[in-house]
């Protein structure tokens, strides 16, 4: 084999993500490609753990999957029908529902960018959930018989998930406003009048 051919193999190989983070800033990354789980049970899933605490996303899944909690859906509404546990979560309309197999799957993988975290020497309680994405794969094709010698298809849709996390950093206080003269806070008004120079006039 030439090492163009070998190269181009690597190249096809590689494992992409939708986004690099910037390699200065600690972050660890989980990915799962052609996942036998349904693509849009994913994508409401990592739509919802996104901008999450690690540790939060993960006790989010678990309740999922004993149905103590819902995922909110937003996107896909057409199917899932209206639930009363939606509206504990701040999501438009009250569809939801419990994709048991899809959240064991993503835990999973959450899991694994926290061990991934861990061994490169971060801070395992600042984790959270930077990115997350659902992309539709390949369907998997499948026939199913009808009548009258009739085949219908019976097609799959897998998903591919990416996950990467980052370490949150810590707050900074806000400043004490002085106030004016007078004491009274100087609000966002008066301080553009402060800057208002008048041109000509009395």
Known sequence: MLFTDYYRQSIIIMVRYS?????AVP????RGSHLRIHFK????????????DA????????????FKDIVPFTKYTGGPGRKAMAKLH????DK????????KVI????????ANAESKGMDVDKLYIKHAQCNRAPPGRRRTYRAHGRIGKYASQPAHV???????SEGVEKAEDEGDARGRKITKKMAAQKRFVKVGGA
């Not at 049970?41 to 999450?52: A, D, K, V, Y």
């Not at 939060?56 to 004993?66: N, S």
């Open 19 to 23: 986004q690099e983070p910037d390699a």
């Open 55 to 66: 540790s939060k996303a993960k006790k989010f899944m678990e309740d999922v999957q004993v």
């Open 162 to 168: 990416e996950i990467i996390l980052s370490e949150r």
């Open 90 to 93: 701040n999501a438009p309309g």
């Open 41 to 52: 049970h994913c994508r409401e899933i990592t739509n919802h753990i996104q901008g999450l």
């Open 27 to 30: 972050h660890s990354k989980s």
């Open 107 to 114: 835990a999973d993988l959450l899991s694994n960018a926290v």
């Open 96 to 103: 939801g529902r419990w994709p048991v197999k899809a959240t």
